[in-house]
């Protein structure tokens, strides 16, 4: 039994679980376009900027920009904090610089209901775009059609690497893989059944952290990965098929989560005497959402950066590439505000820095 589990290599399984936790999962792939953009809605935060084409003398950057931030999906918390004014996000920083910034998305994290919104903004006559992908696959032609008319693409959180300009990376893919594996390896004694919630699978992100999370097991020779499972970012699936990953392994004794919404749907299900303290959870989350699970000890420890900062920098980055301020070749550096200089990588790529680690000792000093 134990050899199959690992030959099997967290391939995803079918799980025992409610009909309702299958629909779930499918119909968040073909969920129609029409219908998502009657659920899609926008925020704006414009300025007293001048007209398109007016360039600002301090920086030598253009103001009046049409820049849309079009996170995976609205609501979600995390992309909230990534993009509003209030946090300091994407939409501050485009304020900052004199453009005029909206925030748009359907409300799944789906490419039916992201597709749409994409579309719109480019007909509304976009100069930018800043996009994290729910698909890069799914998103292309529309990204590329948007490139074609001269429309500036940045990608944040989740990559579309061949219709983009520049990505925005929160962290070192590589870094975070095996750090959550080595977090939750401290955690169960580097021995026992353990299982990943995921967002969708077709998320850039998620499966470039996997691949490495996979690599990362190899460490530790007693510990067994058993499953990965899909939450699709929406908080009732992700609960439905974390229940399942309990029923189905009785013995599982960690879970990784490297999504927002799935590390809290975990947190909230692993909350009972049965589980809280007997099955580590980790992953990625915004402090504000876990501090009562730390507190109460269902959660040690868990990793972000600050989703403010990231959304903050694709801002920057978008305006200085729509104003030729800079291109997308490695070695090109640009100024992001309060966040100093940052230089472009290898495959048109600006990195944010390290993820963070938090823990009882340091949560109440974050809020976000």
Known sequence: MRGSVKRALWAPVVLLVASTTLAACSSSSSTSASSSTSASSSTSASSSASSTGTSSAA???????????????????????????????????????????????????????????????????????????????????????AMAKGITVVTYDSDAPTCRDMFINQASTAEIGTSEVDVLAKQINSSGDIAIVSAAASATNQNAWLAYMKQGVKKYPNMHPASIVYGNDDPTTATQVTQGLLQHYPNLKGIISPTTVGILAAAQVLDTSKYRGKIALTGLGTPDSLKKFVADGTVQSFELWNPANLGYLAAYAAVNLASKKITNSAGQSFTAGKLGSFTVGADSTVLLGPPFVFTKANINQFNF
């Open 59 to 145: 920086a030598g950057l253009k103001t009046g920009l049409k820049v849309f931030v079009i996170p995976k999906n609205l609501g979600n918390p995390y992309f909230t904090t990534a993009d509003s004014v209030q946090s300091g996000g994407a939409l501050a920083a485009l304020s900052e610089l004199g453009e005029s910034g909206t925030e748009t998305s359907g409300t799944a994290a789906t490419p039916a209901s992201q597709i749409p919104a994409i579309q719109a903004a480019i007909t509304k006559g976009a100069n930018a775009l800043i996009v994290s992908a729910t698909d890069p696959s799914a998103l292309c032609p529309t990204l590329q059609s």
